[in-house]
């Protein structure tokens, strides 16, 4: 069962994680660059975040990798870029579970991936990553829909 989401807080898929959270009552936080800059400005306060040493996204990505049980990057594109396939190689790197659950590879089955993603490595602190809302506009409402779906009935 889901303890704790965990992601970055930059706009699209981190945000989107972390409002699913305050919506069911999960427990969040995470790591984000030191002055919670984000692409929108400075993340807001009623995001649980801890600043990183450095204002390099690189470094609280490869932090929330570390601090979680398991990660699981969503993106509408079946091919990760940037941050989102930095994600992927930090959690090889860390020896973590990892998933991507692709909007366009996965569509409907996205619930059922994730809900054996997450009982298949027992995550209690999911790490949730992916794109930027400025890289994939519809990445945030993906993962709304699949998180609220998959944890609503865990988090009861």
């Known amino acids: 069962m889901i303890k704790k989401i965990i992601s970055g807080g930059q706009t699209g898929a ?11 009552n999960i427990p969040h936080g995470g790591w984000c660059p030191r002055g919670r800059l984000a692409e929108d ?3 807001d ?3 649980q ?10 470094q609280r990505t490869e932090w929330n990798v570390r601090d979680s049980d398991g990660t699981v990057i ?3 594109s079946a091919k990760l870029c940037g941050g989102s396939a930095k994600t992927e190689v930090f959690a090889r790197s860390y020896q973590k579970p990892c998933a991507h659950i692709s909007k366009e590879k996965d569509g409907q089955s996205a619930r059922d991936i994730l809900n ?14 992916g794109p930027r809302h400025s890289e994939e506009p519809a ?5 709304s829909e699949t998180l609220f779906q998959t944890l609503r009935t865990k988090s009861q």
């Open 74 to 76: 969503f993106s509408v």
């Open 14 to 24: 981190d945000r989107a994680a972390l409002d699913v959270a305050l919506k069911l």
């Open 45 to 47: 306060a009623n995001y």
């Open 41 to 43: 400005g400075i993340i």
């Open 49 to 58: 975040l801890t600043e990183t040493l450095s204002a390099d996204p690189s």
């Open 139 to 143: 990445v945030a409402q993906f993962v």
């Open 116 to 129: 054996d993603f997450l009982a298949q490595h027992e995550i209690e602190v999911l790490n949730v990553a």
